[in-house]
């Protein structure tokens, strides 16, 4: 997950303030910390835990002055929800200052991490991205040259690796060869913008260039910008979650709208999987553009059942599962006249763990609603991420250890369908996507070589 940006602006007052603005516009792919780092003459840096506003403030951005700016919100996978791992990362080294946020997840991390303290090297926190911190470091040691620090990067690194950095002065953008997670890049007034969805550079007022390649560096230095080739791949791996989940709606991911898809895997589940209701209704937010494509298609009308408490963040990301399961109480309530004695179809992205399916399906029971049928914008899953999702084992897994028909059964719901994989990639293709996405969360086969799974190459 991780949302990550990288800034350049001529006046350099303005560019901190421009990248907090950017990391609210993605607060929704990290809750647990922000920070912010910016070069001028040497590199400055504020991090802190929570959300955006509660780490910066005015005074910061006066320390943070600076033109060249990164920031990073955090979405912890490797590396415990600490202040130390909190990002961007910052090395000085006889090649120069260096700043990475990185979003995604080391394969190779913890051999890597062996080989760079057995040749002396210093950790200080237990997160893969400072693993990627300090090779670059060695790289630029090797040869002071960014080209030459990134293909030695790539091929070094095993999972998923988007990366905005500071090399001094100069702003890069990096996206590794099978485009795991997104990222693109935008014009704003006489600077640029990269950053990992579009709606950033559309809450700066910017305009949108074009998507950074599987594969390719774009950089950004004293108001100049070129994108560079660094590693060639005959296909990709992006991520199916940023589709299902994790971007906002109104972002477009390598040509695709994420609104657009969503709405037509809401179409497609409703044909695949009809239901004699009264309405539909959604699990809010993510479940909502789904939902609504579910209705159009079915023809039933579109109802809230549930309304979202709007400070209430997103439950699948937070760290703890104890802390997923008290928050469902405060995160949803149920609108009683839409529900009582009427059947619905209740809309969600996915189901992970099944917690908050459960409490849900139980609260809109209790309110009095006759029916709840449950339809999912999504293929089970059934297998743990390795590149970037904190779901790390099937036994947290519900559709890994159960039939539908038994977690039908567990959540107390009339009936239970998910999207099939092919109704899903038929959902994207409608989008305006192609074929090449990781799938390894819903099909148990990986993209790289993963120790005691199977890979698909």
């Known amino acids: 997950m991780c949302g990550i940006v990288g800034l350049y602006h001529p006046d350099g007052e303005l560019a901190p303030r421009l990248a907090y603005y950017s990391l609210f516009s993605l607060q929704h792919r990290g809750q647990e910390s922000a ?9 400055r840096q504020k991090r802190g835990m929570g959300l955006v506003t509660e780490v910066f403030n005015d005074e910061d951005f006066e320390l943070l002055a600076g033109r060249s700016v990164i920031g990073h919100v955090r979405y912890s996978t490797t590396g415990k929800s600490s202040l130390e791992n909190a990002q961007p990362f910052v090395v000085k080294s006889k ?17 890597l991490r062996n080989e760079l303290e057995n040749e002396g090297r210093v950790f200080t926190t237990n997160s893969d991205s400072e693993v990627i911190s300090q090779l670059l470091s060695k790289f630029l040691l090797e040869k002071k040259d960014i080209m030459y620090a990134l293909k030695r990067l790539n091929e070094s690194l095993v999972g998923s690796y988007t990366l905005t950095m ?19 890049v935008g014009r704003i007034d006489d600077g640029y913008i990269v950053c990992s969805e579009s709606c950033a550079i559309d809450a700066l007022g910017g305009k949108f ?15 100049d910008i070129e994108f560079v080739k660094i590693a060639e791949s005959g296909r ?62 079915s023809g039933l009308p579109y109802f809230e059942g549930l309304i979202k408490n709007r400070y209430v963040g997103r439950t699948f990301i937070m760290p703890a599962q104890s802390l ?10 149920v609108v009683r006249e839409n529900v009582k004695g009427r059947s619905l179809v209740l809309v969600d992205d996915s189901i992970v763990r099944g917690t908050t399916s459960r409490r849900i399906v139980q609260m809109i029971k209790d309110a009095g609603a006759r029916e709840v049928h449950m339809r999912i914008g999504s293929p089970p899953i059934i297998a743990p991420c390795y590149f970037g999702i904190d779901m790390k084992s099937r036994e947290e897994l519900i559709a890994a250890n159960h039939t539908v028909e038994e977690i039908r059964k567990i959540f107390g719901a009339d009936s239970l369908a998910y999207l099939s994989l092919e109704g899903l990639l ?22 790289v070589p993963v120790p005691g799974e199977e890979c698909i190459n």
């Open 95 to 111: 090649a120069g200052y260096i700043a990475v946020a990185h979003n995604g997840n080391l394969v190779n991390y913890i051999q």
């Open 35 to 43: 920070g912010i780092a910016s070069f001028d003459n040497h590199i």
């Open 426 to 447: 038929e959902a994207i293709k409608r989008a305006g996507g192609g074929k090449d996405y990781c799938l390894a969360c819903l099909t148990s086969k990986y993209p």
């Open 209 to 223: 260039i074009r998507d950074v390649k599987p594969g390719e560096a774009v950089i950004i230095k004293e108001g």
């Open 324 to 333: 997923r399961e008290a928050s469902v109480r405060l995160k949803v309530n």
């Open 166 to 184: 500071l090399f001094d002065d100069a702003v890069v953008g990096f996206r590794d060869s099978l485009g795991f997670k997104p990222l693109c």
């Open 236 to 297: 990709k791996a992006v991520c199916i979650f940023e589709y299902i989940y994790f971007a906002r709606p109104d972002s477009i991911i390598d040509g695709v709208s994420v609104y657009k898809a969503r709405s037509e895997m809401g179409k497609v589940l409703a044909r695949e999987s009809p239901a004699d209701a009264d309405f539909v209704s959604a699990v809010p937010d993510s479940g909502i553009t789904a939902a609504i494509g579910y209705a159009q298609e």
